[in-house]
């Protein structure tokens, strides 16, 4: 499992992550943001016709963060792909909190 949310948060940072959290796939009935890709056929918000919705705008996934970080995350991983995202995004969250 990657460590990144399909809201753009980075779950490598939670103490849960790969010891008791089967990671956002198992919270798929819970989150509007899984249940909205489960419909559309996508696998994170950044690949939307829609991004960035209301939505995601108004969601916050760490107060810790600054505002959009979450959205410029979906952005990047759209444009380079995980394998790019999984290298700087973990080291970008570090940096920031």
């Known amino acids: 499992m990657a460590a990144v949310g399909a809201c753009g948060d980075w779950c490598g940072k939670c103490d849960h992550f790969r010891n ?3 990671g956002c796939n198992s919270k798929a009935g819970e989150c509007e ?3 909205c ?3 559309r056929g996508l ?3 950044g ?3 829609d991004f960035p919705c209301k939505d995601l705008i108004s ?3 760490d107060d810790r963060l600054p505002k959009g970080y979450h959205i410029e995350s979906l952005r990047y ?3 380079k792909g995980l394998e790019e995202w999984l290298r700087r995004f973990p080291n970008e ?3 920031l909190t």
Do not use: M, N, T
Request: with cysteine; charged share 30%; net charge positive.
């Open 37 to 39: 890709l489960a419909g």
């Open 47 to 49: 690949v939307c016709s």
């Open 43 to 45: 696998e994170h918000c």
């Open 20 to 22: 008791d959290c089967a």
């Open 93 to 95: 969250w570090r940096r």
């Open 33 to 35: 943001f899984l249940k």
């Open 77 to 79: 991983r759209a444009e």
């Open 59 to 61: 969601f916050v996934p």
